[in-house]
C-alpha cells in the first residue's frame, strides 16, 4: 500500500515571506500634505466672507471628490474674485462699516424707543446707513414746509442722539405723487427740498454739528409703496434723517 505523507498536526507550511514594500510610508505622507492643502484652501476661503465664493468652492471640491479635475480648486474662476462676483466682498473696512452700522442701529432704536412706540419716527437700517423715518403727516401741514410746534420736541430728541455720533447727517425730503398747488412751492421737488431744510435747521439748532449736516430732496422719485391708496401717499411723504456709515469716521 503506497504511503501517504502527512505533516504532524497543528504545523502550517510555512509560506516563503515576500519582499517588505518600504514605500508604504509615501502613501501616508502623501495623505498628510493633501489635508494640509484642503486645510489651507479652506482657511484662505474663510478669510472673506463671500457667499459666491463658497459656492465655488463647494463646486470645485464636489468636483475633486466625484473624480474630477484636481486643478479647479487653484482656478481662480472657481474661486471667484471680487470683480467676477455679484457679492459685494467683505473687506476688513467693510466689515468694521457693518459692525458699527449694526451699533448705530441699535443706540438709534434703544434711544428713541419712545418714539417709535409712539410711531413718530421709523428706525431702519440700510445699505446707505440708519435711517430715522419722520412721517411728514405728523411734522407737516399738508403742502406746507412748516414745522408744527408739537413736533419740535421729537427733532429735539433726535438732535440730542445724533450729537454723539461722528458720522454725517443726511436730510432727505420726500413727498407723494400728488402735484403740489404750484403757488409757494411750484413743484415737490421744491416742497420735498424746502422741508429737509428746515429739519436740517432745527437739528442744527439743537447742537447738531453744522459741517456734519446736508439737505437734498428726492420729490415724489423714491415711493417706499404704492402711491394708489390714501394710506401709500401718507407712508411716502416724509422726511429721512440718514446717518452715513463712513469707516474712516468710527472708532
Known amino acids: 500500500m503506497a504511503k501517504v ?19 508604504r510610508w509615501l502613501l501616508t505622507y502623501s495623505d498628510m500634505i493633501t489635508l ?57 473696512a467693510q466689515t468694521t462699516r457693518l459692525k458699527n452700522q449694526s451699533l448705530v442701529f ?13 410711531n413718530k419716527v421709523r428706525v431702519v437700517s440700510n445699505e446707505e446707513g440708519v435711517t430715522i423715518s419722520l412721517p411728514s403727516d405728523l411734522d407737516f401741514p399738508p403742502g406746507s414746509a412748516q414745522i408744527s410746534e408739537s413736533y419740535i420736541p421729537v427733532l429735539q430728541k433726535v438732535a440730542d442722539y445724533l450729537r454723539g455720533l461722528p458720522n454725517s447727517i443726511r436730510v432727505e425730503g420726500h413727498t407723494d405723487d400728488t ?27 439743537y447742537g447738531v454739528a453744522s459741517e456734519r449736516l446736508s439737505a437734498t430732496s428726492f420729490g415724489q422719485t423714491r415711493p417706499l409703496v404704492s402711491n394708489l391708496t390714501p394710506e401709500g401717499r401718507a407712508y411716502n411723504r416724509r422726511v429721512d434723517i440718514v446717518v452715513v456709515q463712513e469707516p474712516e469716521q468710527l472708532p
Open 106 to 118: 441699535t443706540t438709534a432704536v434703544s434711544r428713541l424707543n419712545e418714539l417709535i412706540h409712539q
Open 179 to 205: 402735484p403740489t398747488d404750484g403757488v409757494k412751492y411750484p413743484t415737490n421737488w421744491d416742497l420735498a427740498g424746502a422741508r429737509a431744510i428746515n429739519v436740517l435747521t432745527v437739528l442744527e439748532a
Open 5 to 23: 505523507a502527512r505533516r504532524p498536526p497543528g504545523k502550517r507550511r510555512q509560506e516563503p515571506e515576500g519582499k517588505e514594500n518600504l514605500d
Open 36 to 92: 494640509l492643502m484642503l486645510f489651507f484652501i479652506i482657511l484662505y476661503a474663510m478669510s472673506s466672507l463671500n457667499i459666491s465664493k463658497y459656492k465655488a468652492m463647494a463646486t470645485a471640491f464636489s468636483s475633486v471628490f466625484s473624480g474630477g479635475d484636481f486643478g479647479l480648486l487653484f482656478d481662480k474662476s472657481n474661486i471667484g474674485t471680487a470683480e467676477q462676483s455679484n457679492d459685494v466682498p467683505q473687506q476688513p
